[in-house]
């Protein structure tokens, strides 16, 4: 899985590559070997090359504030797979879509009703994925047609979780 970052200004390429002993990160065509669990919400502990780090992560403007070692750094995560196949015209928002698991893994919240009203951007179901919880947001603003998952489903990549129209 390939992520293009920006962190403080400067854009990254990372790509997540799963081995036999576990996962690598290689960061701009550099193999780390690193494994995060998060500890509490928003706090996660990072083993990168050996070397132990506390992440402490705040949503904000698009992005994420990070906070490690007294440093505090804005960091943005376009992936690729988000907007594979799509188009920016208007035909690309109208009707309803289905939204996709971008990876496998477990729901662990749904955070949405059948019925209820949506902002495009806004949070609809957490799957957990490579020990790290990831919030599937709505691709336009609508109302959620149906909701096809619940917390414990097990998901693929592509999987439909639920349709917006």
């Given amino acids: 899985m390939k992520f293009h970052v920006e962190i403080a200004g400067q854009e990254q390429t990372v790509e997540l590559r799963r081995g036999d002993d576990g996962w690598t990160c290689v960061v701009n065509g550099k193999p780390r070997t690193a494994d995060v669990v998060e500890v509490a919400p928003r706090v996660f502990s990072l083993l990168l090359d050996g070397e132990s780090f506390e992440l402490h992560l705040e949503r904000v403007d698009g992005g994420y504030r990070v906070h490690s070692?007294?440093?505090?750094?804005?960091?943005?995560?376009?992936?690729?797979?988000?907007?594979?196949?799509?188009?920016?015209?208007?035909?690309?928002?109208?009707?309803?879509?289905?939204?996709?698991?971008?990876?496998?893994?477990?729901?662990?919240?749904?955070?949405?009703?059948?019925?209820?009203?949506?902002?495009?951007?806004?949070?609809?179901?957490?799957?957990?994925?490579?020990?790290?919880?990831?919030?599937?947001?709505?691709?336009?603003?609508?109302?959620?047609?149906?909701?096809?998952?619940?917390?414990?489903?097990?998901?693929?990549?592509?999987?439909?979780?639920l349709i917006v129209g």
């Fill in 69 to 161: 070692r007294g440093a505090d750094l804005l960091a943005r995560v376009q992936n690729p797979r988000r907007w594979q196949g799509r188009t920016r015209g208007s035909r690309s928002h109208e009707g309803p879509q289905p939204v996709t698991a971008p990876m496998s893994g477990k729901v662990v919240r749904v955070l949405v009703e059948e019925k209820q009203a949506i902002e495009e951007g806004e949070g609809l179901v957490v799957v957990e994925a490579m020990k790290m919880q990831n919030e599937i947001s709505a691709p336009k603003k609508g109302v959620v047609e149906k909701v096809l998952v619940q917390a414990g489903d097990t998901v693929d990549h592509g999987d439909t979780l």
